[in-house]
């Protein structure tokens, strides 16, 4: 299984409790793609790089939500491997929205003892869009709270390609045998080896499919779908996921 990190729990929780959340029982591992930017923006009116920049508000208070609530991991889906294929204009937007991002919330993310990380294929992005997130990962590493873990240019088919060629390259330099390869072995080239799986996927706009993120980390995840575009998705709304959550019953292939 994935290495799972020593946490600390948040000192402090969210004010509101009306659904009666179980704060000992919460998904340890939250994963959101983070969709409907675009079309909150054209239903307004405006420019689909404004959904995008109202969208970076709703992840300061999610995040903010999270961290206080005792969530251990946020994976938030910000740049698919296929979003390269979206006008040039709102592709720049978009790579430096990480930048604006971390340059104006980092110090809040320090206080809040918030780890950065990314995963997908991030040499290749802007070396602005890497400067910032690797100051931010640098700044936060020793910081033991939530782990919010930005997918950058990441696509889940790349991902598992990438550590099948991986575990071919061993094999065929002698370091493994063939019948070494099982599932904890084929998790711990992925990009998440050191995370704990998803326990609970939000996606947001009213779309129900995975759009080719953590497709075998999300085996035994319960998928939470709404409607509501994601910059007006608030606390409410991620409190309900939460609750649902709870009250789902999980069992991993059993009865």
Partial sequence: MPIKFPFTKSKKQPQSQPLGLDYNHLPQHVAIIMDGNGRWAKNRGMPRIAGHKEGMSVVKRIVRYASDAGVKVLTLYAFSTENWKRPKNEVDFLMKLPVDFLNTYLPELIERNVQVRTIGDFGVLPSHTQK????????????????????????????????????????????????????????????????????????????????????????????????????????????????????????????
């Fill in 132 to 255: 910032a997130v690797q100051e931010a990962m640098e700044k936060t590493k020793h910081n033991d709270g939530l782990i919010l873990n930005f997918a950058l240019n990441y696509g889940s088919r790349f991902e598992m390609v990438h550590a099948v060629k991986q575990i071919a390259s061993k094999v065929k330099d002698g370091e493994l045998e063939t019948s070494d390869i099982d599932e904890e072995l084929f998790s711990s080239e992925l990009y998440t080896s050191e995370l704990i799986e998803p326990d609970l996927l939000i996606r947001t706009s009213g779309e129900q499919r995975l759009s080719n993120f953590l497709l075998w980390q999300l085996a035994y995840a319960e998928f939470w779908f709404t409607e509501v575009y994601w910059p007006d998705f608030n606390e409410s709304h991620f409190e309900k996921a939460l609750y649902d959550f709870q009250n789902r019953k999980r069992r991993y292939g059993g009865v």
